[in-house]
């Protein structure tokens, strides 16, 4: 089984409609992280988690919210989706880090369309 | 803005050639620094990590990382058409571990 996974992998949604992306690991590491991904964008951070009561803003946090209901699950809620939220979404998650910054660890994707 | 630039490509080698691709970053008290690889659709994959200054190698792979230039390389050897994908340079920036990444470098390689 999957370390890391997202659901759904695929979604079509309307102009104005809530969605919300769920994100698990069994990788058992406190850090979770929400990205974006768009064609010549790169990856963007919208909101990241360094353990279940420790949510920040990333990036790009407008028209976003996140959920950490428990160490391996971390959501991502569009309240009212828009067409410029189409994009391939990622989850992630890392170990605590030692010295230096910890590797993280990517879900399968998401892939959202906003009509 | 903390950044991180990388050259979009593509690059195409042929097959057996050395494939150098190369990042530079923004943020002098960057510490940490990754090359994931990405293919088409699906989620990015990490290839190295490197944390000092010089060359580390894995296999064909290697990284190389001058922080006083502020780039990091990475050298792929014998490139193999397997190798074609987009590949992520990434930085931890102010001193934290939220990473930035590059847009990445779209790499070919041709038989």
């Known amino acids: 089984d999957a370390d890391v996974t997202q659901t759904p992998r695929n979604r079509i949604t309307k102009t104005g409609k809530r969605i919300m992306l769920e994100c698990s690991q069994t990788k058992g590491h406190d850090r979770m992280y929400w990205y974006r991904q768009d064609p010549g964008l790169g990856l963007r951070l919208i909101y990241y988690s360094f353990d279940v009561k420790d949510i920040n803003k990333g990036e790009i946090s407008d028209g976003y919210s996140v959920s950490r209901q428990a160490q391996a699950k971390f959501s991502l809620s569009l309240e009212s989706a828009i067409p410029n939220q189409t994009a391939l979404y990622f989850c992630?998650?890392?170990?605590?880090?030692?010295?230096?910054?910890?590797?993280?660890?990517f879900g399968p994707g998401t892939r959202l369309t906003v009509l | 803005q903390k950044e991180v630039e990388q050259n979009s490509g593509p690059l195409s080698v042929p097959e057996g050639a050395i494939a150098s691709l190369n990042c530079t970053y923004s943020?002098?008290?960057?510490?940490?620094f990754f090359w994931y690889r990405q293919y088409s659709g699906k989620s990015p994959e990490l290839i190295m990590s490197?944390?000092?200054?010089g060359d580390k190698e894995d296999g064909r792979f290697t990284a190389q990382l001058n922080k006083a230039s502020q780039y990091v390389s990475l050298l792929i050897r014998d490139s193999q058409p397997s190798d074609s994908a987009t590949y992520l340079c990434?930085?931890?920036?102010?001193?934290?571990?939220?990473?930035?990444f590059g847009t990445g470098t779209r790499l070919q390689v041709f038989p």
């Open positions: 992630a998650t890392s170990d605590s880090p030692g010295l230096y910054t910890d590797t993280q660890y």
């Open positions: 490197i944390y000092s200054n």
């Open positions: 990434a930085v931890n920036i102010d001193n934290t571990d939220k990473l930035i």
């Open positions: 943020d002098r008290g960057s510490q940490s």
